[in-house]
């Protein structure tokens, strides 16, 4: 069996980003992975078609990941697709290692992308636009894509290697060294970003004296806030109260 | 005016498909909403000062599996045209800007509603897609794809004009009506905002080590503050 | 006792339980009880890796887990116990593991499924399994993330 060419792969590589296409409660990313993988099964299984309908009916069951790093999984099911038409591995090994790696993918990227690189991007945005805000915009679709592209581009490449690479690729990345620094770095621009706008107000109001219970001030509330998040709080309902505090000092 | 919106659709389109469907490179994020808002609707610089503080709020609820965190793009097409059509006839003061914020609420929420039921219809077309493919149709794929994808942007599209229609009329006919007395009632909360962003990504960047980092930061940036002051 | 929390979830460990619940509970260990994963250490290893360096990760077979639990009481850390099915979650009650109530994550739909939740379906045998939870009186939470309001599962009274 001859390895997948190059088109059929670019043209997976290019599905991939409509992984969530037709995100649904049942299947959640199924449709948009079989999608993905289609042309390659096309390729695959060109002259039975019966296989091919067998082998999409694998790729429609349940399946849902972080969307960037749907491409390792994508790129390893291709190549396992292959070595199950040439008849090395068994096809239902294929919806066990999707299963199996789903979730971990999940917590990986989950950690990643929206725990760490998101805030960062959006934290380095929210402080450049007070200079400019294309700055701001420049910054954040920066700092993001600048990482998120190379992991999709890399993550495809190394599972489309087949299952060891993907693993390879996963542990020789340092997801989780990565997600810390820049856990840390959002952290930083955040109390850099906090601290300057309650400097700006408090030099409002004048006098240095009062500066220090300013900032203990605002420091409590920053701390009230965030034992209110993991309490599971929603942004909206604080927003919501603050709404109705507004309204009432202004009723009377 | 007709432009206008036929503009805001057409971003809008583009950012909601970011959101969910398609790439997630970061189009969708408030602060580049908001931004390319206030440019269609007059004031780019008021989009980009609220889109800035809506970017942070909604940062602690993550978009893990089927859990749906509150629309912040839908509130970034409100405050981005509320604050560039009520910067453009009063001037953007910071109790407009609390205001637009806190109104934007419902349009977050909103926003989450709809994104259930598309998801919700899109379970329909999952199952029409499989059936198919069961007759051995595999087409079914890319049309079923198709199919939510479109659903995606459409669902976008009015979300954006309900959206953006709102924020006119709120620019245009709410604020102007508040005195300037009212407003600082609002403006006394916008730091309170601002400590709601910073929280956000202090609670979802949290780790052992981000704790004294974040809070030491803090301080050390309020106090150049008043240094930069003093010296200057 | 320090088990913060019981969860039934198809995935085990994703997004949901390392950016939420590890926060939202103070929990710094996940015990995984899955006799798959037992004999698997490719994804093992996989499943690792997803696990922040906060927290550690513990493997363990279904009968195991009383076991696991006394290990991981003796080093003093607070642990939420993960399993992928009802099946599973009542083999370690049986196993004479105790909790008070018991979350339901994620079980994904497939046909004749019935369902709960955006995310949970329960087959004939889910809720052959929820009903014996619910006569030994462990609540039964449906609840996704912490930010979900979270439903309390009740059987039809016969």
């Known amino acids: 069996m001859e390895g997948t060419d190059k088109a059929v792969r670019r043209s997976a590589w290019r599905r991939q980003f409509l992984l969530q296409g037709c995100w649904n409660y049942e299947g959640m990313q199924n449709v948009g992975f079989a999608y993905s993988i289609l042309p390659a099964l096309r390729h695959i299984y060109r002259e039975k078609p019966e296989e091919l309908t067998k082998a999409l009916k694998r790729h429609l069951e349940y399946f849902n990941t972080q969307p960037a790093m749907g491409g390792v999984i994508l790129g390893a099911a291709l190549k396992l697709e292959e070595r199950a038409a040439a008849g090395e591995v068994d096809s239902r090994d294929i919806g066990t290692f999707k299963v199996g790696l789903m979730g971990s993918l999940g917590a990986i990227g989950d950690a990643y992308f929206w725990g760490a690189l998101r805030p960062m991007a959006s934290v380095a945005g929210a402080v450049l636009a007070l200079v400019h805000p294309f700055l701001g915009i420049a910054a954040l679709l920066l700092v993001y894509n600048l990482s998120h592209l190379p992991i999709r581009w890399k993550g495809f490449s190394a599972g489309i290697e087949g299952e060891e690479k993907a693993v390879e690729f996963l542990k020789g990345s340092g997801f989780a060294a990565k997600t810390e620094d820049r856990k840390i770095v959002a952290a930083i621009l955040g109390g850099a970003y906090a601290g300057a706008v309650c400097g700006k107000t408090a030099l409002m109001f004048g006098s240095g004296q009062a500066a220090p219970a300013f900032l203990l001030l605002a420091v409590l509330t920053v701390h009230l806030l965030t034992v209110l998040f993991r309490k599971a709080v929603s942004p909206s309902e604080i927003l919501l109260f603050l709404l109705i505090i507004g309204t009432l000092l202004v009723w009377h | ?232 | 006792m320090s088990l913060e929390m019981v969860r039934v979830d198809c995935r085990l460990i994703h997004g949901q339980i390392v950016e939420t619940w590890l926060p939202h509970t103070g929990a710094d260990c996940l015990l995984v009880a899955n006799e798959d994963l037992a004999g698997n250490p490719f994804l093992r290893s996989v499943m690792e890796l997803a696990v922040p360096s906060s927290a550690c990760v513990v493997f363990c077979r279904l009968e195991e887990v009383a076991c696991a639990l006394a290990d991981i009481d003796r080093v003093g850390k607070k642990v939420i116990l993960l399993c992928s099915s009802f099946a599973d979650a009542l083999r370690i009650y049986r196993s004479g593991v105790r909790f008070s109530s018991i979350n339901i994550g994620n079980l994904h739909y497939a046909a004749g499924k019935v369902e709960i939740s955006p995310s949970v379906f329960f087959s004939q045998e889910d809720f052959d399994a929820v009903s014996c939870f619910c006569h030994n009186g462990i609540a039964v939470n449906i609840r996704a993330t912490p930010f979900d309001p979270g439903t309390c599962y009740e059987p039809e009274r016969e």
């Not at chain 2, 009520?86 to 909103?110: D, F, H, Q, W, Y």
């Not at chain 2, 059936?131 to 954006?160: I, M, R």
């Not at chain 2, 609670?203 to 930069?228: E, K």
């Open chain 2, 1 to 232: 005016m007709y432009f206008q919106f036929l503009l805001a659709a057409v971003i809008g389109s583009i950012a909601y498909l970011d959101r969910t469907a398609a790439f997630q490179v970061m189009l969708h994020r408030p602060l580049v909403v908001a931004t390319a808002m206030g440019a269609v609707f007059g004031n780019v610089f008021a989009g980009a000062q609220v889109g800035a503080i809506l970017e942070l709020l909604y940062l602690a609820r993550l978009p893990v599996g089927a859990s749906i965190p509150p629309d912040d793009t839908g509130a970034a097409m409100f405050a981005g045209a509320a604050a560039a059509v009520s910067a453009s006839s009063v001037g953007l003061s910071a109790g407009s800007i609390t205001a637009v914020l806190l109104l934007s609420v419902p349009c977050a929420e909103l926003g989450k509603a709809a994104d259930r039921q598309v998801r919700r219809i899109n379970g329909r077309i999952a199952s029409l897609t499989a059936e198919s493919v069961e007759k051995g149709d595999s087409h079914a794929v890319e049309q079923g794809l198709l199919a939510g994808v479109t659903l995606f942007a459409l669902s976008g599209v009015v979300l954006t004009l309900l959206f953006t229609g709102a924020g006119v009329v709120v620019g245009r006919q709410l604020l102007p009506r508040f005195g300037p007395a009212s407003k600082s009632f609002f403006a006394a909360l916008l730091p309170v905002l601002i400590l709601l962003g910073a929280a956000s990504v202090f609670s979802c960047t949290r780790i052992g080590r981000t704790a004294p980092v974040f809070y030491l930061t803090m301080a050390m940036v309020f106090a150049a503050t008043f240094l930069f002051r003093w010296a200057g």
